[in-house]
């Protein structure tokens, strides 16, 4: 029989190359179908290319914390969660494509270092796993809203993705906090704020 890890191994490096080959599906209708597209399509496509960095981040983030998650429950949250950033994901690339733009190229950087970030935190066991998911969600809710002032107004197809990923995000932060998040030491929050500003200031332009 095939170790469970070498199993799961498999699995996760599956995940990895359809998450970056931009085969994921949707399994939710993307929202804002019927609304108008905006006038500002460069502007737009920036904001969501970083958005759709975001999304691949969170693949990698779940993909590599589900494969130390050490309680049956904490597994089965993270593979919830991680169906609806498949969502995300599709979502975001859809509009891209909509606006005439293209995802990051360094989409696939940004996999490995958040996996490597994911697998380290699935180490340090499910409290301080769950900590460190409350903790990523609240800053993409955080992070979210900012680009909810941003979009421009007429651009209602972005912002209905934006808004709806915004409330999905926040569901998964309380999910992480209803599992027994341990509340992280305050530079490694710090830390985290200025990994993903480097991902958000450089996925705009590349
Ligand atoms: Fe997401
Ligand atoms: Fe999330």
């Known amino acids: 029989m095939v170790p469970r890890i070498v199993d799961q191994l498999l699995i996760a490096a599956d995940e990895a190359l359809r998450t970056l080959a931009g085969v994921a599906t949707a399994a939710r209708p993307i929202p804002g179908r019927d609304e108008a597209g905006g006038s500002q399509p460069r502007h737009s496509a920036g904001l969501m290319r970083v958005n759709h960095s975001g999304e691949i981040c969170a693949q990698a983030l779940y993909s590599g914390q589900a494969l130390f998650a050490r309680s049956d429950e904490v597994r089965a949250a993270l593979e919830s969660a ?5 969502d995300h994901l599709a979502w975001c690339r859809t509009r891209l494509q909509e606006l005439g733009s293209r ?16 697998m380290a935190s699935g180490l340090l066991g499910d409290r301080w796993s769950m900590g460190f998911l409350a903790e990523t969600e609240a800053q993409v809710e955080h992070h979210l809203e900012g ?3 941003e ?3 007429d651009d209602r197809r972005s912002r209905a993705v934006v808004l709806q990923m915004r409330d999905d995000e926040q569901r998964h932060g309380a999910m992480g906090r209803s599992l027994g998040a341990a509340e992280l030491p305050y530079p490694v929050k710090l830390a985290m704020k200025a990994a993903s500003k480097v991902m958000t200031r450089t996925a705009y332009w590349v």
């Not at 991680?82 to 498949?86: F, H, I, K, M, P």
């Not at 995802?103 to 994911?118: E, I, M, N, R, V």
Request: negative net charge; glycine residues 8%.
């Open 82 to 86: 991680a169906a609806e950033e498949r």
């Open 103 to 118: 995802p990051s190229l360094l989409d696939p950087a940004w996999y490995a270092g958040s996996f490597a970030l994911g």
């Open 147 to 149: 680009h909810l002032d």
């Open 151 to 153: 979009l421009p107004s």
